[in-house]
């Protein structure tokens, strides 16, 4: 595919649920990104990945969540026992190369827009 | 005080007007400023980048930075209805970490 994919687009959960948040990433692209926007806000960094390795999830709210990408390339945000507040929409973006010299470009996906009820 | 400021607006300029978004920044080891687009329930999109103080052109969009005030801002010129949307400045401090502003709503009136 030309871009970043995610899937689903749409997700409507009941509180409690469990919920999965998948992610395909360029082809090729090292380093992947996980967001969380709320309504009114920017982006809001949850974790990132190179290659198959979680190198950062200080972003992540809670224990309830939790990513992986186990062959470096798809990735997977699960929020387990969903609440109210997590409420947002969920961005995932990817760039060619890690981001050591802070200048490669990060490539968005369409997000999941995750409402819990 | 946020990481990254900016005022959400809405800024509202006429068509063919100038206009002026800006960005204000707190860590002064901040390396890298970013500005991006974000159309109404679509994914933001990068649109200029600057890393070293003073002006970049890239058609009709002016990015400028001055690290010493630790302030970006994004001019837009000849502003048509199709740039209306959401600004968001990102603000990178040497690693992959991003710290994104709220984003400024530009409408521009035809």
Known sequence: GAGVSQSPRYKVAKRGQDVALRCDPISGHVSLFWYQQALGQGPEFLTYFQNEAQLDKSGLPSDRFFAERPEGSVSTLKIQRTQQEDSAVYLCASSLVRLGGNRETQYFGPGTRLLVL | ?110
């Open chain 2, 1 to 110: 005080q946020k990481e990254v400021e900016q005022n959400s607006g809405p800024l509202s300029v006429p068509e063919g007007a100038i206009a002026s978004l800006n960005c204000t920044y707190s860590d002064r080891g901040s390396q890298s400023f970013f500005w991006y687009r974000q159309y109404s329930g679509k994914s933001p999109e990068l649109i200029m980048s600057i890393y070293s103080n003073g002006d970049k052109e890239d058609g009709r969009f002016t990015a400028q930075l001055n690290k010493a005030s630790q302030y970006v801002s994004l001019l837009i010129r000849d502003s048509q209805p199709s740039d209306s949307a959401t600004y968001l400045c990102a603000v990178n401090r040497g690693t992959y970490k991003y710290i994104f502003g709220t984003g400024t709503r530009l409408k521009v009136l035809a």
